[in-house]
T-cell receptor
């Protein structure tokens, strides 16, 4: 079955370290998204991509970067981890057939702790 | 701008009680509307969706009707179970894009 996976599921790192979270989907979806989920803030969009070599900033992109070199993967990199980036991170993908109707499918999440 | 407003939680119900979780939205045009469910320790799963006005989405006993007149998409279930305990999110795409706006989520706790 097609799916979307994230790794690692849990990560503890130290302030200042570079961290990369992986996201892999096997649906051949054009669109991929990264969100963070924090108490009191719901889900906030970090970065998104509408296809290979396309990346865009979301509402909370500072300190994060992504690259899309193939359809299946959108890794999220924290250039220099900060305690404020302790959160649960979700990756999602959607087919990209048409705006306003596309359905997003979510991965299981990565819990990141920055000490 | 576009927005989604959900009722504050947590909502605590006894098993077999009737559930309503309110969701109202602001949007340009008539985007699809979605309800997602998040069980403890898991990602969001699509629960149901409606693609146009007066559509009713349904799944696992849950229903929601796309009400253009009241800009609402309230989630209902006639008889909740303990296994329905989760956080529920209402969402819609922003106008002309693939990006979603999410409500803040409503936590439901069902007691046996």
């Amino acid at each position: 079955d097609a799916e979307i996976t994230q790794s690692p599921r849990h990560k503890i790192t130290e302030t200042g370290r570079q961290v990369t979270l992986a996201c892999h989907q096997t649906w051949n979806h054009n669109n991929m998204f990264w969100y963070r989920q924090d108490l009191g803030h719901g889900l906030r969009l970090i970065h998104y991509s509408y296809g290979v070599q396309d990346t865009n900033k979301g509402e909370v992109s500072d300190g994060y970067s992504v690259s899309r070199s193939n359809t299946e993967d959108l890794p999220l990199t924290l250039e220099s981890a900060a305690s404020s980036q302790t959160s649960v991170y979700f990756c999602a993908s959607s087919e990209g057939r048409g705006p306003s109707t596309d359905t997003q499918y979510f991965g299981p999440g990565t819990r990141l702790t920055v000490l | 701008g576009d927005s989604v407003t959900q009722m504050e939680g947590p909502v605590t119900l006894s098993e077999e009680a009737f559930l309503t979780i309110n969701c109202t939205y602001t949007a340009t045009g008539y985007p699809s509307l979605f309800w997602y469910v998040q069980y403890p320790g898991e990602g969001l799963q699509l629960l149901l969706k409606a693609t146009k006005a007066d559509d009713k989405g349904s799944n696992k006993g849950f229903e929601a009707t796309y009400r253009k007149e009241t800009t609402s998409f309230h989630l209902e279930k006639g008889s909740v179970q303990v296994s329905d305990s989760a956080v529920y999110f209402c969402a819609h795409p922003t106008s002309g894009t693939y990006k979603y706006i999410f409500g803040t989520g409503t936590r439901l706790k069902v007691l046996a």
